[in-house]
């Protein structure tokens, strides 16, 4: 028999999802959080790895660049804008723009000046590690809040911050690092430049998805006897408004892909028949929950480099505990300064304080700042300090914030769950 190559990634695939579907049986009979769980297992995974030779197959793992970029984050974007309810995303624009836009720029500034000053970094090393840990993930965000049962404009808010600035920051790295690069250093011409550059990706990428989104219409119009070529055209918009925007034109992916599936949901009514509506929710909602699976398990292989070499670890733990402790400095910053001074200078829905407290304790880091990590050129000063700060704190996001944030909600009583269950008291009392 003739062996093939493909033999072995297929059956590693197949053992990470059974693992993921078991720990999933596992972690809600202990009421865990699934999506941190599975880090968990993950980091405890890779770490047996390293002496059980039948495991040998996890040292293949990687989670890199293009792996996150252009086969995991489109259909996790595609189905969150899938869900996202148009008119109340429009009645929450002036919070969502003003964390996702200012928000993210300022948090770089504020990460990149302290780090600059507190740590070995250089202002270019120190700038790069703002830029890409300045956005709330959405893969984290989306996957724990529905779980621990968010408040419907919480959630809203939190998904789609994390959607928007997850596109900002992306962007904002690419234009640092380009200036990184370039050695010229910032100028005032670089700013103009800079501006001039997130402009035209920003907006560039919501014009793709929009083209495509409305091309898919037409198709979707085309084909509406036929329930699983809808369904396979709307997954084909998903990869294909990312792809063609970020790896062709240069524009942003994400925003391209938000602006598709804003484009489907506003028209899915006209579109698809009952009986598409009835199977496209639960499809797109096992396609999520793959790609979530398999992309929490793979960031605990990545997070387990941390623990891999304890004396490195033990050498830079101290840069490690400041670099958690400015990013959560510069995230209450953000929402505590600047979300004030939107409601000021903005008309717009207030946000309370019980809310901004979700927001900032909420605001998870996941994924996309591994990808942009990766992406760093190996050559770059302080290379490896970067990606252990990364890397602890997403740990850090993932395994405090994300196991506490239920409680605090809880304790702030705008948890659901709380709500559900004070109603059901006063209605046996009563």
Not at 132 to 137: F, K, N, P, R, V
Not at 153 to 171: G, K, Q
Not at 305 to 310: A, C, E, M, R, T
Request: charged share 15%; glycine share 8%; aromatic share 10%.
């Amino acid at each position: 028999m003739q062996e093939t190559s493909l033999a072995d990634p297929v059956l590693m695939l197949a053992g990470l999802l059974l693992l993921a579907t078991s720990s999933a049986i596992l972690l809600k009979r202990i009421r865990f959080p699934y999506t941190i769980g599975l880090v968990i297992i993950g980091m405890i995974l890779a770490s047996l790895a390293q002496y059980s030779n039948q495991l040998e197959l996890l040292h293949r793992v990687e989670l890199s660049h293009d792996l996150i970029m252009y086969v995991l984050l489109p259909v996790l974007i595609f189905g969150a804008a899938l869900h996202i309810k148009i008119p109340h995303m429009f009645r929450e624009m002036k919070t969502v723009m003003t964390l996702a836009v200012p928000g993210v720029v300022l948090s770089m500034l504020i990460i990149g000046y302290l780090l600059n000053v507190l740590t070995p970094l250089t202002l270019a090393g120190a700038m790069l590690f703002g830029a890409l840990i300045s956005a709330t993930d959405p893969v984290a965000v989306i996957a724990l809040f529905k779980e621990v049962g968010a408040p419907d404009r919480m959630l809203m808010l939190m998904d789609v911050e994390s959607l928007f600035n997850d596109a900002t920051a992306i962007v904002v790295f690419g234009i640092v690092l380009s200036v990184v690069q370039s050695g010229s250093g910032f100028t005032g011409w670089m700013l103009l430049e800079g501006i001039g550059s997130f402009i035209e990706v920003f907006f560039g990428g919501i014009l793709v998805g929009g083209v495509l989104g409305l091309s898919m219409c037409w198709l979707l119009k085309l084909g509406r006897g036929s329930p699983f070529v809808q369904i396979a055209n709307s997954t084909i918009l998903a990869y294909g408004s990312f792809i063609i925007a970020d790896h062709i034109f240069g524009f942003s992916g994400v925003m391209s892909t938000i602006a598709a599936g804003l484009v489907i949901r506003s028209s899915i009514g006209e579109l698809l028949s009952n009986q598409v509506r009835q199977l496209i929710e639960p499809y797109w909602d096992f396609i999520v929950f793959i790609a979530n699976s398999l992309v929490f398990l793979l960031l605990g292989f990545k997070e387990s480099l941390l623990i891999k070499s304890p004396e490195r670890l033990l050498d830079a733990f101290p840069w490690l505990l400041i670099a958690i402790v400015v990013v959560l400095l510069a995230r209450f910053l953000v929402v505590y300064l600047l979300l004030p001074a939107s409601d000021v200078f903005l008309r717009g829905r207030e946000v309370d304080m019980k809310v901004k407290a979700i927001i900032f304790w909420g605001g998870l880091r996941g994924v996309v700042p591994v990808a942009l990590m990766v992406s760093i050129p190996s050559d770059m000063e302080y290379q490896n300090l970067i990606i252990d700060m990364t890397l602890a704190v997403i740990l850090f996001s993932l395994l405090v914030q994300g196991t506490t944030v239920n409680w605090l909600m809880c304790r702030l009583r705008v948890n659901q769950k709380y709500h559900i269950v004070r109603a059901a008291m006063k209605k046996l009392g009563g």
